[in-house]
C-alpha cells in the first residue's frame, strides 16, 4: 500500500486540497486541474455535497480522486463508496488506521511531530501528510524530523503557498506538498484554475 499511496504523491509536485462549496463547482473545478497537469484531487469532507463532489469528479478522463478530512471509519467508508482512490486525514488515530487498513486503501495519515510520525510507521504507514505544515515549524521542522525517521516520507500540506512550494520540494524527504491556492472561494474560474495548475505542475522536485 506504501507503493500505492507513492504512487498518487508521484503524480504531480501538488495535489489540490478542495473544499467544494456547490456541487455544480465540482465538474469545473476537476476539469480545470487535470487540464493544468495536477491528476490528483483531494476532496476535502468540509461541505455538504463532498461526497457527490467524488463522484462527479471521478467522471474527470484522468483524474485520481481522493477523499481528505476523513476522520473516522465512517467517513472513510462514505468516501470509498462514494469511489475515493486514496484517504487523507489530517492526522491519525489507530482506529482510524485500522479501517484503512482494513479496507486496503492508499491512505495518507497526517502527522505533525515525531510521535505522530512514529505511531504511523508503527501502525505501517510510511507516506504521511506533514500537517499543519506551515504552523508546525515549516520545512526547518520538518528536516528536523525527518533526520531519524528515514523510512518516512512526506507531502506537506497548510500554509503551503506557490512562494514557498519550491522549498518544500527541494526536501529529500518531501514528495510533493498539497494546498488549497490553485482554487479561490467561489464560482470557478476555469482558466484561471488551469493557469495556476500549471504553474503547480511544473515546479521542480
Ligand atoms: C486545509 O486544511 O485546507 C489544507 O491544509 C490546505 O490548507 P491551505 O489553505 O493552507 O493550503
Ligand atoms: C485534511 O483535511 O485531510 C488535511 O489533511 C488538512 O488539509
Same mark, same amino acid.
Given at each position: 500500500?506504501?507503493?500505492?499511496?507513492?504512487?498518487?504523491?508521484?503524480?504531480?509536485?501538488?495535489?489540490?486540497?478542495?473544499? $467544494?462549496?456547490?456541487?455544480?463547482?465540482?465538474?469545473?473545478?476537476?476539469?480545470?486541474?487535470?487540464?493544468?497537469?495536477?491528476?490528483?484531487?483531494?476532496?476535502?469532507?468540509?461541505?455538504?455535497?463532498? $461526497?457527490?463532489?467524488?463522484?462527479?469528479?471521478?467522471?474527470?478522463?484522468?483524474?485520481?480522486?481522493?477523499?481528505?478530512?476523513?476522520?473516522?471509519?465512517?467517513?472513510?467508508?462514505?468516501?470509498?463508496?462514494?469511489?475515493?482512490?486514496? $484517504?487523507?486525514?489530517?492526522?491519525?488515530?489507530?482506529?482510524?488506521?485500522?479501517?484503512?487498513?482494513?479496507?486496503?486503501?492508499?491512505?495518507?495519515?497526517?502527522?505533525?511531530?515525531?510521535?505522530?510520525?512514529?505511531?504511523?510507521?508503527?501502525?505501517?504507514?510510511?507516506?504521511?501528510?506533514?500537517?499543519?505544515?506551515?504552523?508546525?515549524?515549516?520545512?526547518?521542522?520538518?528536516?528536523? $524530523?525527518?533526520?531519524?525517521?528515514?523510512?518516512?516520507?512526506?507531502?506537506?500540506?497548510?500554509?503551503?503557498?506557490?512562494?514557498?512550494?519550491?522549498?518544500?520540494?527541494?526536501?529529500?524527504?518531501?514528495?510533493?506538498?498539497?494546498?488549497?491556492?490553485?482554487?479561490?472561494?467561489?464560482?470557478?474560474?476555469?482558466?484561471?484554475?488551469?493557469?495556476?495548475?500549471?504553474?503547480?505542475?511544473?515546479?521542480?522536485?
Amino acid at each position: 500500500l506504501s507503493a500505492a499511496v507513492e504512487k498518487v504523491m508521484r503524480l504531480a509536485p501538488v495535489i489540490p486540497v478542495l473544499v $467544494i462549496e456547490d456541487i455544480e463547482h465540482a465538474l469545473p473545478i476537476a476539469e480545470a486541474l487535470v487540464a493544468g497537469g495536477l491528476p490528483a484531487l483531494e476532496v476535502t469532507l468540509r461541505t455538504e455535497c463532498a $461526497i457527490e463532489a467524488i463522484r462527479i469528479m471521478k467522471q474527470v478522463p484522468g483524474a485520481m480522486v481522493g477523499a481528505g478530512t476523513v476522520l473516522t471509519p465512517d467517513d472513510l467508508s462514505r468516501s470509498l463508496d462514494a469511489g475515493a482512490e486514496f $484517504i487523507v486525514s489530517p492526522g491519525l488515530t489507530p482506529t482510524l488506521g485500522q479501517a484503512a487498513l482494513d479496507a486496503g486503501v492508499p491512505f495518507l495519515p497526517g502527522t505533525a511531530n515525531a510521535s505522530d510520525v512514529m505511531l504511523a510507521l508503527e501502525m505501517g504507514f510510511n507516506r504521511l501528510k506533514f500537517f499543519p505544515a506551515m504552523a508546525a515549524g515549516g520545512p526547518p521542522a520538518l528536516k528536523a $524530523i525527518s533526520a531519524p525517521l528515514l523510512a518516512a516520507k512526506f507531502c506537506p500540506t497548510g500554509g503551503v503557498t506557490p512562494e514557498n512550494a519550491a522549498e518544500w520540494l527541494a526536501l529529500d524527504a518531501v514528495l510533493c506538498v498539497g494546498g488549497s491556492w490553485m482554487v479561490p472561494k467561489g464560482k470557478p474560474d476555469a482558466a484561471k484554475i488551469e493557469a495556476a495548475a500549471r504553474v503547480a505542475a511544473g515546479l521542480a522536485r
